[in-house]
């Protein structure tokens, strides 16, 4: 049976969320894959050395530490300390955005939450290291000048495999396993709800305008539906409680496209409004236009156009938010999780 290491330099929800599903999905991982995965906590590549003892058929990777000189160095020690095993990067950063790529090299895999679809859109630079964080900075005319991405190179492609967003998170996993069916739309008593968070940093003026966007368009449509629109931090309970009563969710982008809140909304049944995600690879796919989520435009100067629409378009609008629920129970159900790790087995010659 492979032994894989999973070796982590932090922690974090979005950490935490990479690995979950190992955990709740060991017994077919185990029994269809005849893959063992262990973890172990290093703070830096000369830790690595306190690994003595330790054997692995595969290292699987996480590190978030903003200096990528500190991810060579650590990958180098993972090189020298397991000569004989495939080390594969598990990108825990989110996003289509890659700082990364320039690892390739020193690694035998690349597994990536999210990519962009047409791979050749990685051999251009993007302000801000976000192909949507570019669009919207020339959209609006903002100044920046911050690169912050590298090009993919085309001999390394093969290394990207796809991997699995935050919707793997255990606690969202044990509210769809615990959770019963959403209310009907039509006992709900708010139209849209857009409660997020607005970044107010000067140097991601983009974000913090793309967000404040978002609620003041919400928020103008108090007149004529009911809306919860706010920036306003409330408990968890609270938040739950007007997305379970909100037969529309509107949720922009955070620092990468896939955010809690996508999840969420669709845990509560509401149907999810978002920037276009037609641009991005993600599993979990709730990401389907029309099918299973509403797109508008990533400057959001649709949003009202389709808010009427849903609106005026009850049934039509509450059969896309329950599809949207069969695709995420689905990923889960169908364990395609397992698919995907047997996918990068064998990709690495180490299937069963």
């Excluded at 107010?200 to 609620?215: G, I, N, P, Y």
């Excluded at 955070?254 to 149907?271: K, M, P, Q, T």
Aim: hydrophobic content about 40%; some cysteine; proline content about 5%.
């Amino acid at each position: 049976m492979p032994d894989g290491l999973i070796v982590t330099t932090g922690s974090g929800r979005l950490v935490q969320a990479q690995t979950d599903p190992f955990r709740y999905f060991e017994e077919p991982v185990s029994r269809r894959l005849r893959l063992r995965v262990r973890w172990t906590a290093v703070k830096d590549a000369a830790s690595v050395a306190a690994l003595t003892g330790a054997s692995s058929d595969l290292v699987w990777l996480q590190d978030r530490r903003a200096d990528l000189r500190d991810t060579a160095e650590l990958i180098d020690a993972l090189r020298n300390q397991f000569p004989r095993a495939p080390i594969v990067l598990l990108d825990c950063n989110g996003g289509t955005y890659a700082r990364r790529f320039h690892l390739l090299d020193s690694l035998d895999l690349y597994v990536k939450g999210q990519y962009l679809r047409d791979l050749d859109l990685y051999d251009r630079p993007y302000r801000d290291g976000r192909i949507f964080a570019d669009h919207l900075i020339a959209d609006w005319g903002l100044t920046h000048d911050f690169i912050g991405s590298t090009p993919l190179p085309r001999a390394q492609r093969h290394k990207l495999a796809p991997g699995w967003n935050l919707g793997t998170a255990v606690e969202l996993h044990d509210h769809l396993a615990r959770s019963s069916e959403p209310i009907a739309h039509a006992s709900r008593g708010i139209d849209v709800m857009c409660r997020v968070r607005v970044h107010s940093q000067a140097h991601r003026d983009w974000l913090t305008r793309h967000r404040a966007e978002a609620v003041a368009r919400v928020a103008s449509l108090a007149a004529s539906c009911k809306v919860v629109a706010s920036s306003e931090p409330v408990t968890r309970d609270r938040f739950f409680a007007e997305l379970a009563d909100s037969r529309l969710c509107v949720s922009p982008f955070g620092w990468s496209e896939v955010c809690w809140r996508d999840f969420e909304a669709v845990l509560c049944g509401a149907l999810l409004l978002k920037p276009s995600m037609e641009h991005a690879i993600t599993q979990p796919d709730i990401y389907r236009p029309w099918a299973t989520y509403v797109p508008v435009r990533w400057d959001f100067a649709d949003l009202e156009e389709k808010i009427d629409h849903c609106l005026s378009h009850p049934d039509e609008t509450e059969a896309i938010a329950k599809q949207a629920l069969v695709e995420y129970r689905r990923y889960f159900d169908e364990a395609l999780f397992v698919d995907q790790v047997s996918d990068i087995l064998q990709r690495l010659g180490l299937s069963a």
